[in-house]
């Protein structure tokens, strides 16, 4: 009982924490993002609709704008300071929203002590220095994540849903999708694992190719609904005819150098972080730039991590599984964070808060897994409570020195660290869900079917 009450108090104090951080350090924070939040406004109030055309300098999706700029224009008559501290309150309530559905979803999934769990994410200077303190709405398209997951989560937590039920929950789970898409453009590398999830559980649920499709077209149909409804509200540049693709086409450069004060591999080259990312190795192979290799080094492990998922997924469909249990959901939630973690890695134009995402997801992982196997043991997870942290002194490094000058050490110490942690969880997601022997069992059922040659 005692033990109870005191992960109760942790998860409590996880969901105020943001907000305490936001009051106790009111001059602690990020001005130049917010510096842009306020020139988006002038733009927002005069006419939202028009947002596109006017403003060179908008490149959030239309539902990150309303975070931003539209909050802001709400609270703009209050003093662009008092204005400015409502707004972080506002994102730290937002944090506190976040811990309380990462509780939920871990009740859901019956990981043991998830009240202590989830205060111990919501504690994680990570969580509370990249989004509120530094004001930014990180945590809001984390909230539209959470919220999606845990509506995952809910269709299929021992649930036997009827057929019209079942649309019901699939027209929700594709309108969800779409507006989380809206919030940013960083979500896609979170978005798509929750993509990938759904598809699991139309797949398991329908079981025939027929109620697949349908089910499948239901999904993507709401998905793009609720951007297209959105598109038409917008008035856009000719020939775009969605602001999303707009935004992906010229709304961003952030590629073009080698990192944005993030830590990448690519940090390990020795060059200027602000410079060209096209900027070949050797003079003769043109190709070889950390700009090309990156996407394909991030192709590539995506890949095997989506494969070795993609088998495991199968051996669960072949014993006759009609909805995806809490270990699948939880290896979705671990094929999430994993994801989030190699494309900061590996691609160039990182920024300092891109691995923001990432740490929520694996702690949620790696503590509901430990159940189920003894290779994400006790010694990984305190791993990752330190990398949470670890990572959290980092933004709070480059959000007290704002001329980035803090050198390349803190940069070097973050990438080693994160390059070892990726190599680590990628060796653990093949051993559990054992890729090399589902490719000997293909394999070898694919030459069983061979004729023979006599």
Request: charged fraction near 10%; glycine fraction near 8%; include cysteine.
């Amino acid at each position: 009982m005692k033990n109870r009450s005191n992960d109760s108090v942790i998860l409590i104090v996880g969901i105020f924490f943001s907000a305490f951080a936001v009051i106790a350090l009111p001059r602690l924070y990020f001005p130049g993002d917010i510096d842009v939040f306020w020139e988006w406004e002038q733009f927002w109030a005069n006419n939202w609709r028009t947002i596109y055309i006017t403003c060179k300098s908008c490149n959030y999706p239309i539902i990150g704008m309303l975070s931003s700029a539209g909050m802001l224009s709400i609270l703009e008559g209050l003093g662009q300071e008092k204005a400015q501290y409502i707004y972080r309150l506002f994102l730290a309530i937002v944090d506190g929203l976040n811990v309380l559905i990462i509780y939920w979803i871990l009740k859901n999934l019956s990981v043991k002590k998830a009240a202590y769990w989830a205060g111990i994410i919501g504690l994680s200077i990570s969580v509370w220095a990249g989004g509120a303190l530094w004001i930014q709405i990180d945590g809001i398209s984390q909230f539209f994540l959470l919220l999606t997951l845990a509506w995952i989560v809910w269709g299929n937590t021992g649930r036997l849903l009827t057929r019209s039920k079942y649309w019901q929950f699939l027209t929700v789970s594709g309108f969800l999708l779409g507006i989380t898409l809206l919030t940013k453009q960083l979500t896609i590398f979170s978005a798509f694992p929750l993509g990938v999830l759904l598809a699991t559980s139309i797949i398991f649920h329908a079981r025939k190719w027929k109620y697949i499709i349908l089910d499948a077209m239901l999904a993507l149909g709401a998905f793009l609904v609720s951007i297209f409804c959105i598109d038409l509200t917008l008035h856009l540049k000719q020939p775009y005819t969605s602001h999303l693709y707009y935004i992906w086409q010229e709304g961003s450069s952030h590629s073009n150098v080698i990192s944005g004060n993030g830590f990448n591999i690519w940090m390990f080259l020795g060059r200027d972080m602000w410079s060209s990312s096209h900027t070949p190795y050797f003079p003769y192979l043109e190709f070889l730039t950390p700009y090309g290799v990156g996407i394909f080094l991030f192709m590539f492990f995506a890949g095997i991590i989506s494969l070795s998922l993609a088998l495991f997924l199968k051996e669960h469909f072949n014993r006759g599984e009609q909805t995806i249990n809490s270990e699948i959901l939880l290896n979705g939630i671990f094929y999430l964070a994993l994801v989030n973690l190699c494309f900061n890695l590996f691609l160039t134009g990182t920024h300092e808060r891109y691995l923001y995402h990432f740490y929520p997801y694996i702690l949620m992982a790696v503590v509901g897994l430990a159940s189920y196997n003894r290779i994400f043991s006790k010694k990984l997870i305190e791993v990752h409570v330190l990398g949470a942290n670890l990572y959290g002194v980092f933004i709070l490094q480059i959000m007290s020195s704002i001329d980035f000058n803090i050198g390349y050490l803190s940069h070097w110490i973050m990438g080693i660290f994160h390059l070892g942690l990726f190599i680590w969880l990628f060796i653990i997601q093949v051993k559990y869900q054992d890729l090399r022997g589902n490719l000997i069992a293909i394999f070898e059922k694919n030459t069983k079917n061979l004729p023979t040659v006599r």
